[in-house]
């Protein structure tokens, strides 16, 4: 059973840095893309941060600029490196991934496309 397992959420004041993992287990092929969502309390759930197996990353708006996704496929691990932390960065994040291509017209944020969801790590502003 494919599993993803994040990691390094916890609790950083603004501006402070912060890097989350993903770690993949159970599946037998290469993920196509990779992504980070985030759901902050009270908001809907967006995409933060994506990937595909050849190291294009796309990034949203609020993020872009702050943070960096990358990814190793030795370990199968997927990594969310966020820096200049903000409050409203305050959020439950997931690792998502997809066997397929997911962009459209150079959106790759569609949950639809992601079948495969981690449980989720907490980062909280603790300003």
């Known amino acids: 059973q494919e599993q993803l397992a994040e990691s390094g959420g916890g609790s950083v004041q603004a501006g402070g840095s912060l890097r989350l993992s993903c770690a993949a287990s159970?599946?037998?092929?290469?993920?196509?893309?990779m992504a980070w969502f985030r759901q902050a309390p009270g908001k809907e759930r967006e995409g933060v941060a994506a990937i595909d197996r050849d190291g294009s990353a796309t990034y949203a708006d609020s993020v872009k600029g702050r943070s960096t996704i990358s990814q190793d496929n030795a370990k199968k691990t997927l990594y969310l490196q966020m820096n200049s932390l903000k409050p409203e960065d305050t959020a439950m994040y997931y690792c998502v991934a997809s066997p397929n291509r997911v962009c459209s017209g150079g959106y790759c944020f569609s949950e639809e496309n992601f079948a495969t969801w981690g449980q989720g790590t907490q980062v909280t502003d603790s300003s």
């Open positions: 159970g599946y037998t092929y290469s993920y196509y893309y």
